[in-house]
């Protein structure tokens, strides 16, 4: 596969993960909790996530592999320039976070959504809007190295 169709999925795969969690965050959960009561609104969102995350799943595994695909094309990390290396490290610190929500915050958030256990439920999607808005930043700053990074 040329190195131009790997950057293009690698792209769209950065694009989807970083801008579904804008969207997620500065626009459905901001709605919902303007027009959702809270049981409404924890179904709604617990339901927009494993969609969403379903996605992710695939855009991190397609991440991953271009991004390491591209580094061997290049003739490995000691011929990459040091932003390859920034974004490959915060992108294991992204997945990390990612996996954390995935296994084990979003999985309490629908075990409460099942029992209507409301409060357990909206403090565990607080977590996950925390810990989204920490990837969402890290995306952000992957993004900033990519491009700024090519400067110098």
């Avoid at 799943?57 to 320039?81: C, E, K, N, P, Y």
């Avoid at 040091?82 to 996996?99: F, L, N, S």
């Amino acid at each position: 596969m040329s190195y131009v169709i790997l950057l293009l999925i690698h792209l769209l795969a950065a694009a989807f993960w970083v801008g579904g969690m804008a969207t997620l965050h500065f626009a459905v959960r901001p709605a919902a909790v303007a027009t959702l009561e809270p049981p409404l609104r924890l179904r709604t969102m617990a339901a927009a996530l494993r969609r969403f995350f379903v996605g992710v799943d695939a855009a991190v595994t397609l991440l991953f592999v271009t991004g390491v695909a591209m580094i061997l094309l290049a003739g490995g990390f000691r011929a990459v320039h040091w932003r390859v290396e920034a974004m490959m490290g915060i992108a294991i610190v992204m997945a990390g976070i990612y996996v954390y929500i995935r296994a084990s915050v979003f999985r309490a958030l629908r075990r409460a959504v099942e029992e209507s256990a409301w409060p357990v439920a909206a403090g565990r999607l607080d977590m996950v809007r925390k810990l989204v808005s920490l990837n969402l930043a890290l995306g952000v700053a992957v993004f900033a190295v990519a491009t700024v990074g090519r400067a110098g």
